[in-house]
């Protein structure tokens, strides 16, 4: 999709510091880490959100969980725990409208966010 960074990154024509890759899926760190690890997990085909998940697509979250739980383990806070974010239009706090996961971990995290 036109004007879509996470497009950009899944096809290359934006740099990205890499995590993970498969078929479906690409990962990558956060440009403005929120915690010692921050990694987002999008799918390659754009997705808005949430919001516009169908049958044909419903699979993806969990893949990206699978990823997140793959990531988690190499990136050692698999013990110490993480959160898994999808932040899902305004009052959500979503600022790139292409589907992502955050992975954060590495500190203990505030509960309830802001
Ligand atoms: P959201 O606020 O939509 O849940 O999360 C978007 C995230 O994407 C933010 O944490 C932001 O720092 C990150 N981000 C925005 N643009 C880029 C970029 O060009 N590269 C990378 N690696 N992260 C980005
Ligand atoms: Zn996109």
């Given at each position: 999709m036109e004007n879509c960074i996470f497009c950009k990154i899944a096809e290359g024509s934006v740099p990205c510091k890499k995590a993970y890759e498969d078929e479906r899926l690409l990962a990558f760190h956060d440009i403005?880490?929120?915690?010692p690890v921050h990694i987002l997990i999008i799918p390659k085909i754009h997705i808005?959100?949430?919001?516009?998940?169908e049958e044909d697509t419903a699979e993806l979250p969990a893949q990206m969980i699978m990823a997140a739980k793959k990531l988690a383990k190499e990136y050692r806070i698999e013990h110490t725990g993480y959160r898994l974010v999808i932040n899902t239009g305004k009052d959500g706090g979503q600022s790139v409208d292409h589907l992502h996961m955050h992975l954060l971990g590495g500190r203990s995290l505030g509960w309830p966010p802001g």
């Open positions: 403005q880490p929120q915690a808005d959100s949430v919001n516009r998940l």
